[in-house]
């Protein structure tokens, strides 16, 4: 089971950890340098999941989550935030705008890749089901 994953970051070095890793486990993934590329990307692409950075550029995560659940067929789609602290109210309005993970820097590696493992269980699951 392949998951379709953007990831939205303004580190070139974390986008390239995220992309290996993600890769590494079977999974197709595309970079965003800024969140209004990601958004871009978006609206005439599908995603299984997305990944972005707290803060993002100009957005912020929670708006860009927002701007994410507005574009058709991304109503649904997991938002993952990678963020360098643990800011319970960013954290909190991540959540309120649909976030479906928060993951505080450095990653641990292990955490990363059974929470990627999750989302792919998700998939297969509901195409199972769809399939019924």
């Given at each position: 089971?392949?998951l ?8 070139q ?5 995220l992309k ?7 999974n197709?993934?595309v ?10 990307f978006?609206?005439?692409n ?11 550029l100009?957005l ?5 989550i927002t ?6 067929g991304h109503e ?5 935030v ?16 649909g ?34």
């Amino acid at each position: 089971m392949e998951l379709s994953v953007i990831v939205v970051h303004s580190s070139q070095s974390l986008r390239k950890f995220l992309k290996a890793t993600v890769s590494a486990m079977g999974n197709h993934v595309v970079e965003a340098e800024s969140d209004k590329q990601g958004l871009s990307f978006l609206e005439s692409n599908q995603a299984d999941l997305i990944i972005v950075e707290q803060p993002l550029l100009e957005l912020g995560a929670a708006n860009f989550i927002t701007q994410v659940k507005l574009i058709p067929g991304h109503e649904q789609t997991p938002v993952v935030v990678i963020a360098a602290s643990k800011d319970n109210e960013a954290k909190e309005q991540v959540r309120s705008a649909g976030g479906a993970g928060w993951l505080v820097q450095p990653l641990q590696p292990q955490q990363f890749i059974r929470m990627l493992e999750g989302f792919k269980a998700r998939k297969a699951k509901m195409e199972s089901e769809t399939k019924s």
